[in-house]
């Protein structure tokens, strides 16, 4: 097989486990264990499809093992920097509320946060270039956090690992409604 032909051949298969990945991540999303494993599970199994189309055309067994344990650590790659960084992040979260609401106001995240990690979020956020300070309690996000998010949240959306932030999203919804009830 020829290196072009072999290339092309590698990048089917790491597309189809991929696909393979997404499906079975969603079809086991209803499982409540930690993310991260069942995710890596996942990979070790969609990996073995690029294996198949590896040797579907001919490929040699020691080139099919390579493929496989390269398919694998790019998909635990997105895991990590994917799914179980966007169900578990608040800076995330915080980036994700700002692009949907248009701004993050401090007294409404203090009420759900701790003031320490909030602050701290605030800071990483800040010094990380996505999201500047209006005024003294609104801080609005950049370009760089809507970028993320038209990004990021939809892969949480697909994966189903914006649940956590759909649950922060209406608490400070209810928040602020219930604050706008007492004025």
């Known amino acids: 097989m020829s290196i072009r032909k072999k290339f ?9 486990s991929f696909i393979i990945y997404i499906i079975l991540l ?12 069942r995710a ?18 001919k490929g040699d067994h020691f080139e ?21 960084f966007i169900d578990r992040s608040v800076s995330y979260h915080m980036i994700f509320y700002a692009v949907d609401n248009g701004s993050i ?8 946060y701790l003031d320490d990690m909030f602050q701290k979020r605030i ?4 010094k990380s270039g996505m999201i500047y300070k209006e005024d003294d309690n609104t801080y609005k996000p950049t370009l ?30 209810n928040k602020n409604l219930k604050d ?3 004025k």
């Open 26 to 37: 969603v079809c086991f999303s209803f499982l409540d264990n930690v993310l991260f494993f």
């Open 8 to 16: 092309l051949v590698c990048i089917l298969g790491w597309l189809i």
């Open 180 to 182: 706008n009830e007492h």
């Open 105 to 112: 106001n401090v007294s409404d995240m203090k009420d759900i």
């Open 64 to 84: 099919a093992i390579l493929n496989y344990i390269t398919c694998v650590l790019l998909l635990i790659l997105f895991t990590i920097i994917g799914p179980t």
């Open 123 to 126: 800071n990483d956020e800040l």
């Open 144 to 173: 760089k956090a809507k970028l993320a998010t038209y990004i990021l949240k939809p892969i949480g959306t697909i994966t189903n690992t914006t649940k956590e932030y759909d649950t922060f999203y209406k608490k400070i919804k």
């Open 40 to 57: 890596c599970l996942i990979s070790v199994i969609a990996g073995i499809f690029s294996v198949i189309i590896w040797l579907k055309f």
